[in-house]
């Protein structure tokens, strides 16, 4: 990888910082740590997902599902059955990925997953396991977790108090998802603004929004705005660029992040393997960008997240 090496030896650093890895049980072991290595990675944090297929199998939970897609404009008949290989395809323990990341300490850092549209009881069980498998924070996902905000307002301070307690960071992801959460409507109940009061009341925790509110293929950089303003409001808040180099790479967007003031909270994220690009290539991309000074890459690129995971 000579241009990547070469591009980074250019900004001052011989490693990355990836905060934004699916550790996905199809994908198997060796081809993940072979293409963190490739990039030059030398912090990666990896995603747990707590999400559960059979809630599609479940008669009135699919008909309410399939309600809420033809509302969003969602016509096509098999968008139910690709949104429930979706989710299987996305679905990885909190056990699994304690495993990985055990195996490599130095390199791994695991966060665990809790889905706020279960019961409580399931919640705390949750919550207890991740703090039992010596994880390092929780990843929620409304889309693919199917619950907004507002609704599971008391899960999810369950979850906030957990992660203040005890010094856990969230991941949170906003924007839209491939399938058939591409339609925004559907996707509604992962705006950035929905975080807001949650933010507010816990300032001791330490927010990625993945993906930035910008992620979709309909409408590129749709709710990043919101992103930016919650960002750029509170100082407990990073976003990340996973699935959404554009954002240092296009004009408007690295000229918006650097007029908040953000620059230092910008992290770097791949999505490896969602979308089906090596790590290296997203890497490069960002580093050869016009838009970037020499200080603003080495911050996005490992400075800010080392400076965030205390390493």
Request: with cysteine.
């Amino acid at each position: 990888m000579a241009l990547l090496d070469g591009l980074l030896a250019e900004v001052g650093l011989e490693g990355i910082v990836d905060v934004h890895v699916h550790p996905l049980p199809l994908l198997p072991e060796e081809e993940l740590l072979g293409t963190v290595e490739e990039a030059r990675v030398r912090r990666c944090i990896l995603l747990a997902m707590d999400v559960d297929p059979s809630e599609l199998d479940d008669a009135s939970r699919a008909r309410a599902f399939l309600e809420e897609m033809i509302n969003a404009g969602v016509w096509d008949l098999k968008a139910l059955e690709a949104a429930r290989e979706i989710l299987e395809k996305a679905r990885t323990p909190n056990e699994y990925v304690a495993k990985i990341a055990r195996r490599r300490p130095n390199l791994f850092v695991g966060l665990g997953s809790v889905n706020p549209s279960k019961p409580m009881g399931y919640v705390v069980e949750k919550l207890h396991e991740i703090e039992d498998l010596g994880l390092s924070g929780v990843k929620l996902i409304p889309t693919l977790q199917l619950f907004c905000p507002s609704k599971a307002r008391r899960k999810l301070k369950k979850v906030l108090e957990f992660c203040e307690r005890s010094n856990m960071l969230v991941v949170f992801h906003t924007g839209c998802d491939p399938g058939p959460w591409e339609a925004p409507a559907l996707s509604r109940c992962a705006r950035p603004s929905l975080l807001a009061p949650f933010v507010r009341a816990f300032p001791g925790v330490r927010f990625i929004l993945a993906h930035a509110g910008a992620y979709s293929a309909r409408l590129p950089g749709i709710w990043f705005d919101e992103a930016l303003e919650l960002a750029r409001s509170h100082d407990n808040v990073w976003l990340d660029v996973a699935a959404v180099p554009y954002l240092l790479t296009e004009p408007a967007f690295a000229r918006a992040l650097r007029e908040a003031g953000l620059m230092d909270r910008v992290l770097f994220g791949s999505d490896y393997p969602v979308l089906g690009t090596r790590i290296a290539d997203v890497a490069s991309e960002i580093l050869a960008s016009g838009e970037l000074a020499d200080d603003e890459k080495a911050g996005v690129m490992a400075l800010n997240a080392e400076e965030l995971l205390g390493s």
